[in-house]
């Protein structure tokens, strides 16, 4: 896999926000509001998330996320194409080409979801597949269906003709200009060749030509599959989906703490989404993030510190100036981009301390992660400390005994920078 990316990916997901239902509009308009007020500070990606090709998604909600054998787009060679009622720039076979070049013109990158294997209408209709005589109900695997979503099959490994189907998938998104593929039902492995096939995209996209980033979902992953992660993906999800509730919040602590050890240039243990803002309309219940404005500076802390890949779930344009301060916080956002590693160094029921120990600067993580507000204390492994900066006040405090001292409110945090030999 190459790994021709330097730092995590930023950017912007529909899923939180639109679920389904995202239209060609909608990711125009949050792709012109990253361009004009956070291209700056690095959030660069527009991610389409699942169901662009499902011809009536969305429309039975009360029922059914993913509606069954519904009505799909799909060309003569067994590969989705967006939805024309959606996104109607795709008419005539032009698939996402249009909107890609709109997102580019902007300076910005372009990404899309797709399901891990093949469409079940294609094999029922023993559709073509591009470049070989196999049609695709040869190389389909029907025990293999993803629990959630009934809209593919897995394929089978022992076919040579679904690597060329897979092949033949992202030629025709590197035609489009996609950069960025989220590749779902294969991370954590819930069928047996899903490994095969995380190792069939990989093949794929080395041969297309066009750098893609390829994130692997749900979680969460398998720590004793983390070398296929590492080498076959450029990001993989240590969590189901994850919402604005403090438990999830709190449990990433844990995901964390195991993966630590896998952050590598190149290749990111993916904490998922950051449910800010506004979300949830797709799924009848827009609402405000339900984190609290501690909880999300906790959020946002922990997946800078530990160099996550960081999405954002909302809708763009309905930013209130709260929330646009915390994801445009350059300060913290340049944990992101250090090439060195954090390392977890404290852990208690009531607080946790995250480190990042550069050659110049050693940056510190500290969480409240109690009900109540609470001192948070670190002891410095430098000596001769005198000043510290927090991050997200940009405060300068002062540091006595090489011990950086500071009360934080519950399920709140603090980031502090200190230079060395100052």
Not at 125 to 132: A, D, N
């Amino acid at each position: 896999m190459g790994k021709f990316i330097a730092a995590p990916p930023m950017g912007w997901n529909s899923y939180d926000y639109y679920d389904t239902t995202v239209t060609e509009a909608d990711v125009k308009a949050n792709a012109d509001y990253m361009a004009a007020n956070l291209k700056e500070y690095g959030w660069e990606y527009v991610v389409v998330d699942i169901e662009w090709y499902s011809i009536n998604a969305g429309t039975k909600r009360d029922e059914y996320q993913y509606i069954p054998f519904e009505k799909v787009e799909i060309d003569k060679y067994s590969r989705l194409q967006p939805c024309t009622d959606r996104f109607p720039s795709s008419e005539g076979g032009a698939g996402f080409k249009p909107l890609a070049d709109y997102v580019h013109n902007l300076g910005l990158k372009f990404g899309i979801h797709i399901m891990r294997g093949i469409p079940r209408i294609a094999a029922h209709l023993h559709m073509s597949l591009k470049g070989t005589d196999v049609r695709a109900d040869e190389i389909a695997d029907p025990s293999s269906i993803c629990f959630w979503n009934p809209d593919m099959y897995g394929l089978r490994p022992d076919k040579e003709a679904s690597q060329l189907y897979y092949d033949s998938l992202f030629e025709m998104y590197a035609q489009w200009g996609v950069d960025f593929v989220k590749c779902d039902d294969i991370c954590r492995m819930d069928m047996p060749q899903a490994e095969a096939e995380i190792k069939m995209l990989s093949r794929a996209i080395e041969k297309c030509g066009r750098p893609i980033v390829l994130s692997l979902s749900p979680g969460p992953a398998k720590l004793d599959k983390a070398w296929i992660y590492e080498k076959y993906s450029n990001m993989w999800r240590i969590t189901d989906d994850f919402w604005d509730d403090w438990k999830l919040l709190l449990n990433m602590f844990d995901r964390c703490e195991q993966w630590q050890n896998h952050v590598k240039e190149g290749s990111y243990p993916d904490c998922d989404m950051l449910p800010l803002g506004k979300v949830g309309k797709g799924f009848g219940n827009e609402r405000d993030t339900r984190f609290t404005k501690d909880e999300q500076i906790t959020m946002m802390s922990l997946w800078c510190i530990f160099r996550s890949p960081m999405m954002l779930g909302c809708k763009l344009t309905r930013l209130d100036s709260e929330t646009l301060s915390l994801i445009t916080n350059k300060d913290v956002l340049s944990l992101l981009k250090l090439k060195s590693q954090a390392q977890l160094m404290e852990r208690s029921s009531k607080h946790v301390i995250w480190v990042n120990d550069t050659d110049n600067v050693l940056y510190a993580a500290l969480f409240n992660i109690s009900d109540k507000e609470g001192e948070v204390s670190f002891m410095l492994p430098y000596d001769g400390i005198s000043h510290a900066t927090e991050l997200w006040s940009h405060r300068k405090v002062t540091v006595e005994n090489n011990v950086i001292c500071a009360v934080i409110p519950a399920h709140g945090a603090q980031i502090f920078r200190i230079e060395k030999n100052v």
